[in-house]
């Protein structure tokens, strides 16, 4: 019996050696995040090839495209980052990164590359869709920007479901990770400045030592998951930077420290940075000196609807595709942006590597390509008849 699953799979698979190709063509030439100009170049280029319409986004790097369909209806959201990071690649792979102290290391060149898949598929398809079906390729995902910069120029306008992925190492090629919720942490960061009195290291009663006073900081900070935070929650508190001091025998006058907080929940995250700044506050009022906290808010949590999660494993298992349980990262997407206006679903695509993300012997099965690219078209398909009006 020929399905839809079976056609798009089909169809899928017949494009699996120019998307190898294409893949490649990308992981050559990595670009950091907001300097991905030849890499908009080559989407563009390649969706034009398929017949793929492209609509103006207006922004110096990203691509959207828009599948008009043959009849009325929603429009559905696919997204795909394209951004590389400053990272020596070690791979030793023919295809290696040809920029030096740049690579694809995130697998983003993967996402781009599934997501050119799926648009060709769903161009093929145009004419029997009721409704369009809009493809992003978002700049600047690793630096949190880009959502903000493309839903800024309007690309979420009239979108009813968003759908996007990243790969993960961890599960072999044909499986998918689904979690109804949250599946990656808020993202905020905060920076501490601290003021005390600088002086004679053999005369400290003359001083309020910013050293003991952020040392005394750091370690409270430490209460704020353990003694703030539900047992239900989940939160990281992590302090990565601390700079005080520059002689052996100088008490210094003052000292900054900063980093990242992390959260599951919006009760969480809501929570914390009044939290964090009564302690700031107060440790170093104990101590005679004054400390201010600066709080950074970045991302939401990646948080995602229970109907599109549903749709998306009845998806995946239609194609043959083995789904799991997605484990939750304290990493943070983007993709949290979009969701936070229209409902969507964000999932693990099992590519079997060895190593985690960003690490520079980072590597991924390319049989994944085409997989994700026919499960991300019949996602599409069949989000365009879930969220018809
Ligand atoms: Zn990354
Ligand atoms: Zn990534």
Redesign the pocket.
Known sequence: MTTLSSTLQEMSTGLQEQLVSMRRELHRHPELSGEEHETTARIRAWLTEAGVPLRELNLTTGVLAEIQGGRPGPTILLRA?IDALPVQEETGLPFASEIPGRMHA???DFHTTSMIGAAALLQKHASTLAGNVRILFQPA??TASGAKTVIAAGALEGVSAVFGM?NKPELPVGTVGLRVGPLMASVDRFIVRVKGVGGHAGIPEATVDPIVVSSAIVGALQTLVSRNTSPHHAAVVSVCRLQVGSSWNVIPESGEMEGTVRTFQREARANLPEQMRRVVENVAAGYGAEAELEWIGMLPAVNNDAAAIELTDRVARSQGLQVVEAVSTMGG?DFALYQEQVPGAFLWMGTGGTEQ?HHPKFTLNEDALSISAALFAEVAIEALQAYAK
């Open positions: 980052d995130c697998g983003h995902e690793e990243h997407e993300w």
